[in-house]
């Protein structure tokens, strides 16, 4: 692994420059079981010395534990990095295993001055609205975010899982930096309407999952079996039970790629996500989740594989023999109203 840095790139028209893979920050203290702090931290490091800028976490992940996790980073280097977190899924104190869609003006000010509070500084990078409330307006949640902006606590606009449409009534209120949302090997619905959008308006994909949350590297094969009872991934239909037996199958032109390549099937994952993005003509920095140091160095190597047409002709097909849906209850994703 060389310690040259992976390139840069903007986040989309007006956004800031940043590397072009990014660091899924949620599985360092929420989502995937045990953790070692101390392996998580210096994984912040390393990915930072790789020139990894784009840090993404959310209020969300444990309540707002993971915002607080990631804070003594964020101030040790708060010049040389881009905060990206999120509002919009609300955890009820007395059921914290759900999450209840808010985008209303109150809950979003509210939202903003605990996340400000639990990061320690004085304003967010990158703000996203995490799902859509689909009975409020987008526009008016924009407005609401748009204010934030003029208020001086945040400096770039985002939103997760919208459509192509919804894409487009937000940018007329105010300009939106990034669209975050799955986008891999496994998950391409975004490219029916989203990425199209994103294209014609100089917004930036920030695809979340790029690794289809650690199957597409052949790290676990059935959730059931190979991860432990607090692992959420044990709740996505696609990596149990049968569907879990049918997916582990299709990595096989994965692996061929891999090899002749002489480089793992994660980042084959990850080239296949920066080429797609390429023929959309769209800007993307993946942002895939490790807290391990090798781990990190692999994924940003990966940024440096080029794969060609027949590869990608290869791999083309995965998709659409999937089994199961990326999450138990669609309706919190752009699919489920595309």
């Known amino acids: 692994m060389t310690d040259s840095k992976i390139a840069k790139v903007r986040l989309g028209t007006d956004g800031p420059e940043v590397g072009a893979q990014g660091l899924g920050c949620m599985g360092m203290s929420f989502a995937y079981g045990p953790t070692d702090a101390d392996e998580a931290r210096a994984t912040l490091e390393r990915a930072l010395e790789l020139g990894v800028t784009l840090f993404d976490t959310a209020d969300a992940y444990g309540q707002g534990a993971n915002e607080t996790f990631l804070s003594p980073f964020f101030k040790a280097h708060r010049d040389e990095l881009v905060i990206a977190t999120k509002f919009g ?37 990158l703000y996203y609205m995490h799902r859509r409330d689909v009975n409020i307006p987008i526009e008016e949640t924009v407005g609401v975010m748009s204010e934030l902006v003029r208020e001086g606590k945040v400096k770039h606009l985002g939103l997760s899982e919208v459509t192509g449409g919804e894409l487009r009534a937000a940018q007329a209120v105010h300009p939106i930096t990034a669209v975050q949302s799955e986008w891999s090997l496994f998950s391409r619905d975004i490219e029916a309407g989203v990425v199209p959008a994103a294209g014609e308006l100089g917004v930036a994909l920030v695809p979340y999952s790029p690794l289809g949350r650690g199957f597409l590297t052949g790290s676990f094969a059935n959730a059931d079996t190979d991860l432990t009872e607090s692992d959420f991934r044990r709740q996505q239909p696609r990596f149990t039970g049968d569907n879990a037996a049918v997916n582990a199958a299709l990595l096989e032109p994965v692996r061929a790629t891999a090899e002749a390549h002489g480089v793992s099937l994660g980042q084959i994952a990850l080239a296949w996500v920066q080429r797609q993005a ?40 995965i998709a659409s023999k999937v089994a199961g849906e990326r999450y138990a209850d669609m309706s919190f994703s752009s699919a489920g109203r595309e």
């Open 89 to 125: 899924l609300s955890i009820p104190p007395d059921n914290p295993t759900t999450r209840v869609v808010r985008n209303d003006a109150p809950y979003i000010r509210q939202a903003v001055e605990a996340s400000l509070r639990r990061l320690d500084v004085e304003v967010i990078d």
């Open 278 to 317: 390429a023929s959309y003509g769209v800007s993307a920095v993946p942002i895939p989740g490790t807290r391990r140091r090798g781990r990190v160095e692999e994924n940003a190597a990966a940024t440096r594989i080029v794969l060609g047409d027949e590869e990608m002709a290869l791999l083309e097909p």
